[in-house]
């Protein structure tokens, strides 16, 4: 775990000079060159462990760690007409390793699915014309591992209301993905087995949002979504057990139609204490329903200190696809034993610190943020989790 606080203070180092070389603020100015508006550090280790592996037909270790480190640079530029044009680009790099995908070769005590890097780089551009509230964006990304590589697009536009106190907005995501057709080693070669090339897996994802400033303490926002996915939607190395005791490869239907709906409200107690609450709704077409309800309470303990203790929990139906293992029938179309399509019941909980010192962190004024956070997860279907991150901002 000491990894992720080597990677990120190790950065530091990295933006003395920037910091040192503070320009007086002025309000006022609005620079017509690009300017560094803000710089986050995020890195973070997270692990798991169950026993209900899809690599292994719904039973088997689930085992998995991951170390993730990511930079996101925000860039800002005001041209004619006072237009403000926003930059933000963001890379990550992910390790982790995992014990289930390991299991993808049997035989073997170590393979070279057990542990991956992932990259992601994104780019975003945001024009802003501030007089009017109108914003229209576009952006790109990608991420690149071992057996998956994903394109992504998006567009977006919001529009302020006349007394600036709602906001509509609406965007659209495109991903383009291949997947490896990496079967178990045992399947390989078999008849109605996918195991060579690689397959294409498109989603497209459709948002509107409408937020309100209701009063000077309370704030609201709802969000609809419609997702299609189109192509190769099983992970070609899961195992099925039949009731027969026969192993066959995952396969699912090659469409899917998902239907989120949330609303997001904050409410400000005083000035040291604000409520912050979730609810989401979802449905598709595969059968699972599910709820999810999310509760987070900042309290400024100080001028520049705040603990926010968070609770979530998520309950959802299973898939009409799903049954565990040596459960499915030969008669069936589509059978999966992945329990992440299964019915459960899960709690994520936790505590975030966050510090912005008057003077800066470590003294260094550019350095106005640090923020620390812990979670555990625990499900009704013996997968638990942990995961520690910390964020570094510099304004």
């Known amino acids: 775990m000491k990894r992720i606080f080597i990677t990120g203070f190790a ?53 998995l760690t991951d170390i993730s480190n990511a930079i996101d640079l925000r860039v800002v530029k005001y041209g004619e007409n006072n237009i403000k044009h926003t930059f933000d680009f963001e890379v990550g790099v992910d390790h982790y390793s995992s014990a289930s995908s390991d299991k993808i070769d049997l035989s073997a005590n170590s393979s070279a699915s057990s542990s991956d890097m992932r990259v992601y780089p994104s780019l975003n551009y945001i024009r802003e014309n501030e007089e009017k509230g109108r914003a229209m964006g576009i952006g790109i990304s990608s991420s690149s591992e071992y057996d998956y590589q994903s394109f992504g697009g998006n567009i977006s536009f919001s529009q302020k209301t006349k007394d600036r106190n709602g906001e509509f907005g609406a965007k659209f995501q495109a991903y383009l993905d291949q997947v490896k057709m990496l079967a178990p080693i045992e399947l390989r070669g078999l008849p109605n087995v996918d195991d060579s090339g690689n397959a294409s897996r498109n989603t497209f994802v459709g948002s509107l949002t409408y937020s309100q400033i209701v009063s000077k303490n309370f704030q609201v926002m709802f969000q609809a979504d419609l997702v299609s996915q189109q192509g190769y939607l099983s992970l070609p190395f899961h195992r099925v057990y039949f009731t027969d005791g026969s192993v066959h490869q995952e396969k699912l239907p090659d469409s899917r139609l998902k239907i989120p709906l949330a609303a997001r409200a904050s409410y400000f107690l005083g000035d040291n204490i604000v409520l912050r609450g979730y609810y989401r709704f979802y449905t598709d077409d595969w059968g699972i329903q599910s709820h999810t309800a999310d509760i987070e309470i900042p309290v400024k303990i100080s001028s520049f200190v705040s603990v926010s203790p968070f609770y979530r929990y998520y309950t959802q139906t299973a898939a009409k696809y799903f049954k565990g293992y040596e459960m499915h029938g030969p008669q069936s179309d589509f059978y999966t034993s992945n329990y992440d399509l299964s019915k459960f019941d899960s709690s994520f909980f936790g505590l975030g610190l966050r510090l912005t010192p008057v003077n800066g962190v470590f003294g260094i004024k550019r350095l106005n943020m640090v923020e620390i956070r812990y979670g555990h997860y625990v499900r009704s279907n013996n997968l638990d989790s942990d995961i520690i991150s910390i964020n570094l901002r510099f304004k």
């Open 11 to 63: 950065l530091l180092g990295l933006f003395k000079a920037y910091a040192q070389n503070d320009p007086a603020d002025s309000t006022s100015y609005k620079p017509k060159k690009l300017k560094i508006e803000e710089i986050n550090l995020v890195s973070s280790y997270y692990r798991q462990d169950g026993n209900n592996s899809a690599v292994t037909g719904g039973e088997g270790t689930e085992k």
